[in-house]
């Protein structure tokens, strides 16, 4: 099982690794695109700051269990956040993503839940596009200000944060930051591969630099603003969140990984204190009829 998860954590990071070029150099293009019209009346949702009443929270959790504490690490951090904008008096509405997170929200229906959501085992394009349309809906019909994204982000293949990023409105440098306005630096990445080292497991890392060349092209527009706008946005959106799925992705499986590798040195160390325990009793067991033996041959 940890071989097997092991490998699984393999392609989730490829995969991550490989989409972030296209996801940053998409957010500069957007932004340099947006800087190019803000003197054009053009009308720009995704940039739109308005007074916060009330915020989508999308949680990403997974479909499975015997991962760790995973799930419940994403679960808290969102029951944290829902209360923390009750106490500043903000609406709230969530966006679950995952059987996991799905199955915890219906059983406690004090959560307001707008919409209950899946993906399935590989984060595709087509399922991430399906979200986007749902939070992109929420967003620019003003039933929600801002829209926070709340997954777990990949660190190591021992370590994952559950993280809340502000997805919309989109910053003014094009970024993708957190609540508090810290920006994300996801170009440097480390890949771990397990292997084995005189006959038992061995990590071995690989640091990988993402090269994202700063965009300083000149813009001209051969179509209307507003329609380049429309075809980015989206594509923007679809980005950001297939990246948010696939670092979740890597995360569990790096989770379940650690939780199978526990689980079998768990079970050798019992195999290791039931056979002590057997040999002792066997042992005295022979000691006894031993002596009992010998205590005849001397009568």
């Known amino acids: 099982m940890k071989l097997v998860a092991a490998a699984k954590v393999r392609r989730a990071q490829e995969a991550v690794v490989n989409g972030r070029p296209f996801s940053e150099n998409l957010v500069k ?5 947006n800087e190019q019209l803000q003197n054009e009346d053009v009308d720009i949702p995704l940039t739109e700051v308005r007074p916060v009443k009330k915020v989508a929270i999308v949680v990403n959790t997974g479909d499975r269990g015997l991962c760790g504490g995973f799930n419940n690490y994403v679960l808290k951090k969102a029951e944290a956040r829902v209360a923390e904008l009750q106490k500043l008096g903000v609406a709230y509405t969530i966006v679950s993503i995952g059987k996991k997170g799905n199955a915890f929200f219906k059983r406690r229906p004090q959560y307001a839940v707008d919409r209950y959501l899946e993906v399935g085992a590989a984060p595709t394009t087509k399922e991430a596009q399906a979200i986007a349309d749902e939070i992109f809906s929420l967003f620019v019909s003003e039933e929600v200000d801002k829209v926070e994204l709340i997954y777990t982000k990949f660190v190591s293949l021992i370590k ?12 003014p440098a094009g970024e993708v930051c957190d609540i508090n306005g810290t920006c994300v630096d996801a170009a440097e990445d480390e890949l771990f591969r397990l292997t084995t080292k005189e006959g038992k497991f061995a990590v071995e890392r690989e640091t990988i630099r993402t090269e994202t060349p700063e965009f300083t092209g000149v813009l001209g527009f051969e179509q209307e603003p507003v329609q380049i706008l429309d075809a980015l946005l989206p594509l923007y959106l679809n980005s950001q969140i297939l990246r948010a799925l696939q670092e979740s992705l890597a995360s569990e499986l790096a989770a379940r990984m650690n939780a199978m590798g526990n689980a079998s040195d768990n079970a050798k160390e019992l195999n290791r204190s039931l056979n002590l325990t057997y040999n002792r009793r066997r042992q005295a067991k022979i000691t006894g009829e031993l002596i009992e033996i010998i205590s005849g041959a001397s009568v």
Do not use: E
């Open 160 to 171: 994952s944060d559950p993280v809340i990023h502000t997805l919309l409105p989109l910053s």
């Open 29 to 33: 293009v957007l932004y340099n695109v």
